[in-house]
């Protein structure tokens, strides 16, 4: 990447640009975890496309994009935690997604978008447990893995870290 990384709230219209880094990021980052990418509905474009919209219109997360120039290379999203019925949230805010596409790694655009979604304000995360490169970039921004394991979508095993 040569052009600086702008990164600025999300808007309606870069619903289409967001849904294409989302499943292109999906497919760079978690394609090794199933047998066929082409065939998985995980790293499909289009479903993406109308889950934006939504996301965008309704504000169910407060989203922000990474620039290169004119190209959306990533796209960072967080909201409040919500409580579950058997615990309180262990932070009050939660990264929900932070995604970068492979070509724009190591530009700053991940940690221009880390910095606008969240500053320093203590959240939780979920992570693949079998994504060194990021567990890497959360821990270098204060996070710790705290114990906690989940899955979703094709990742068998997430870890949740927080600071």
């Given at each position: 990447?040569?052009?600086?990384?702008?990164?600025?709230?999300?808007?309606?219209?870069?619903?289409?640009?967001?849904?294409?880094?989302?499943?292109?990021?999906?497919?760079?980052t978690y394609g090794r975890f199933v047998d066929d990418p082409d065939d998985s509905p995980w790293f499909a474009v289009?479903?993406?496309?109308?889950?934006?919209?939504?996301?965008?219109?309704?504000?169910?997360?407060?989203?922000?994009?990474?620039l290169a120039g004119d190209e959306l290379v990533g796209f960072a999203?967080?909201?409040?935690?919500?409580?579950?019925?058997?615990?309180?949230?262990?932070?009050?805010?939660?990264?929900?997604?932070?995604?970068?596409?492979?070509?724009?790694?190591?530009?700053?655009?991940?940690?221009?978008?880390?910095?606008?979604?969240?500053?320093?304000?203590?959240?939780?995360?979920?992570?693949?447990?079998?994504?060194?490169?990021?567990?890497?970039?959360?821990?270098?921004?204060?996070?710790?893995?705290?114990?906690?394991?989940?899955?979703?979508?094709?990742?068998?095993?997430?870890?949740?870290?927080?600071?």
């Amino acid at each position: 990447m040569t052009a600086p990384i702008v990164v600025r709230p999300a808007v309606l219209e870069d619903a289409e640009r967001i849904a294409f880094v989302h499943a292109t990021s999906w497919r760079e980052t978690y394609g090794r975890f199933v047998d066929d990418p082409d065939d998985s509905p995980w790293f499909a474009v289009g479903p993406r496309v109308a889950m934006w919209r939504t996301n965008l219109t309704e504000h169910a997360y407060d989203t922000v994009v990474a620039l290169a120039g004119d190209e959306l290379v990533g796209f960072a999203g967080t909201h409040a935690t919500p409580p579950t019925a058997d615990e309180r949230p262990v932070r009050p805010e939660e990264l929900h997604m932070l995604y970068v596409l492979a070509r724009a790694h190591g530009s700053g655009a991940g940690q221009a978008l880390l910095d606008a979604a969240l500053g320093d304000r203590p959240a939780s995360l979920w992570v693949a447990e079998d994504n060194p490169r990021a567990q890497a970039f959360y821990r270098r921004n204060g996070f710790a893995t705290d114990g906690a394991t989940s899955s979703f979508g094709p990742i068998e095993r997430a870890v949740r870290m927080v600071r």
